[in-house]
């Protein structure tokens, strides 16, 4: 093959050159350029310099140009490399050896130059590389002590071995959370994959259907010529079984900037000679640069295959053309287990000094691909080359996005938008002075502020150390979700009540039954409780699962008038806080039926097969799903809309105040039934059971259906909480109380540390929290 470039001049023919103009250069020149002896593959990208030559003048000038063949490592992509077609060969020939009377006939060597039809000129670079079959060595494996997530490793049984490779990172459909990954490694739908937690090997999910493999180059790619081409996508999703136990950060990266948008149509050359990084389950940290474009890495029967992207290792040169003292990085080996690997666009200026910089911000790494095989070639040593398909382009396909936090270590909950956005909303509706100064000051103690909720970077949960008060109850006190040691055993029926489940011998439901005010009382819901069972199993209602909600706003209430009675007001600001859960509960229809995640009376029995052969029945209610579909999906997407119809929610009235713990009981039981004759639950569930749309335009459907009636369900939680809040003051006399310098904002530290007290708010089964409601106030 043959070696032949000039160095082109700021304003060259090459500089005007685009993604596409390359595209069809490769394309009307491919089988030619494929039968050459010595081809072995093509792409497109920029055109590649010796390390050893010169940079070049004002003038155009090189004053060194180095000879021999160009290989991958011994070349590198400038700031001035201009747009080329990428061609590599397996054995490389000087251009002297070819002519008359020579070794080589001209008609054997890769021309220097394309021609298209518009007249354009397409340089070649030439490449020598040696591919390798032998795959570098997996060494030690190391896993996660307690929480997976991308970078980890992930084993898969296939034919009696293990295999490793690596999670890519979190998804969700709007709906659910999945782990990212490979398809040749995810398996057939319903596989089960595992990894190791505390030096246990657990199952972690199942395979999902939602998977990709390859696809005609020109449906991903269109409008680009690419006939016989199919594009290697390899994406599969894992169906997380217990999200508890993963991160959103991935190993050895952090927390992911946003997604780095790579439209196929609009896919640019400057991405070429980015650098990038990865953590793999196998190689750890690797650092590398984009080499290519679209490599074309195999022909099968005809077709050609390709990858989006080619990446390397990096150059270690500045731009200048001078050794980086210190600086030289290594090459990138990536090893058998890298497979899923999350790749992300590395900020880091190298020419800046060691060690953070005083008020500098962090880098934001901008996840752009995800890995799926490795190409070697021999440069002295084996060198790999990492396959990958954009992840834009997978996430598109498959209509997912892209979770990159949730409070560092922790799990989202149902929800978080709509909790945050009524209780930001309450201050509003307060008419007391005093009050509205000590809880506008505390506004964010309490949830995050409007431009944090509207913010598409909204995280949800706080960090480790703070828990907005709003969330306190799922994310502080909840079982299933509290990491940091206050966890509650009784708090999770403090969150609901099934006020529609109705009893066979009357056919009463406790939405009739309480409007009978004797019957607003936690002994005969508990006896209710024991004269029903589970619809979805049969069995008798556990004390975890007899929801008692409207008797935890009374429980509050009482002690919100105590409080304030003995002067506490950073206790009442974070029991005040804490109510805006518990009522924002009680105004969403899925939180106060037995139809909360579908249709118990009309189960579902779907079989998973396990790779061992043994397979697993599972029984979900009809329209398992539909709450978060409606107070996630639904709400999150709308926002906005949400907030300012809280806004208008009215201002309270002296007549609304209310004195007693029962009379909130009953005020919220009383938005409970307002609740579902403005939205009746079975509709919901009927509507998410009905409809066939994808999880985005599902939430848009949802709205357009009941938007405007879920707003109103919330301003009546709005409503209800400032009335609460307000009536608890001044029943304990908060203006004769609280001196005007008590009303400031607490600390995060302060509100927390009321917050990890067992005492403060207990959580009781509804068995017994009668006993605490009855003492005196």
Known sequence: MMDTYLYQKPGNDYDSLSFQDLLEAREAYHVHLMNYPHVVATAVGRYRIRTEDSWPDADGTVKHKGTGPRTLGNSEVRPYSWPAILVFVDQWVDVAAFGKDKRYNPSQMVPPTLYLPSGKKVPVCVTLVEKVAQTPPTPEVRFPLNNIGGGNPIIADVQGREHVATISCLVSDGHRTYALTNRHVAGDPNEVLYSQLGGRKLPIGRSSGKQLTRLPFTEVYQDC??????????????????????????????????????????????????????????????????????????????????????????????????????????????????????????????????????????PVYRPFGVQWGAQVFTEGAATSYALTTALSTICNLLDLDLVRDWNLDQTDTWGSVGHFSIAFSVAGSLTNKHLKTLMSKNAEIISPSKDDILSSEFKGMGSNDFVPLADVPDMFWKPRVAKQGFARAMEGPNHFADMDQVREDDGQDLLHLTQDDGFIDPDKWNAFYSSVSDILTGEKIKPQHRGLLPFRVWQIFNDMVRLIKAGKV??????????????GDACQPLHISYLHDGDPEQPVTSTVHHRDGTNEEQVNPLGSGVHSAYEDAMVNAHRKEILIGLAATPKIKAAELIQTGFEAAKATIGMMRTVFERIPPRKIVQFYIDSDAKPKQLAEDMWAEFGNG????????????????????????????????????????????????????????????????????
């Open 570 to 583: 950073a206790e009442f600001v974070c029991a005040a806080g804490v109510l805006t859960h518990y009522v």
């Open 710 to 777: 879920t707003v109103e369900c919330m301003q009546d939680g709005v409503h209800l909480l400032a009335i609460l809040w307000q009536s608890a003051w001044v029943v304990g006399g908060g203006d004769q109380t609280i001196p005007t310098s008590a009303l400031k904002a607490l600390t995060r530290q302060k509100a927390m540390k009321i917050c990890q007290d067992e005492n403060f708010l207990p959580s009781m089964p509804v068995g017994k929290i009668g006993d605490i409601l009855r003492q005196p106030v």
């Open 225 to 362: 010529p690419g006939k016989d081409v199919f594009l290697n996508l390899d994406a599969g999703l894992i169906d997380i079984d217990n999200l508890n136990v993963w991160t959103a950060r991935v190993h050895g990266i952090g927390t992911v900037g946003p997604l780095a948008d790579l439209p196929p149509a609009r896919l640019s050359l400057s991405l070429v000679g980015c650098r990038v990084l990865g953590f793999g389950a196998a190689s750890g940290r690797m650092e590398g640069e984009i080499t290519a474009l679209l490599y074309r890495y195999k022909s099968v029967g005809g077709f050609e295959y390709l990858a989006d992207f080619l990446i390397g290792p990096r150059g270690d040169r500045e731009s200048g053309g001078s050794k980086r003292q210190g600086r030289s990085q290594p090459a990138l080996l990536t090893r058998p287990g890298d497979s899923g690997t999350l790749w992300v666009f590395d900020p880091v200026d190298l020419d800046r000094k060691p060690g953070r910089q005083e008020n500098e911000p962090p």
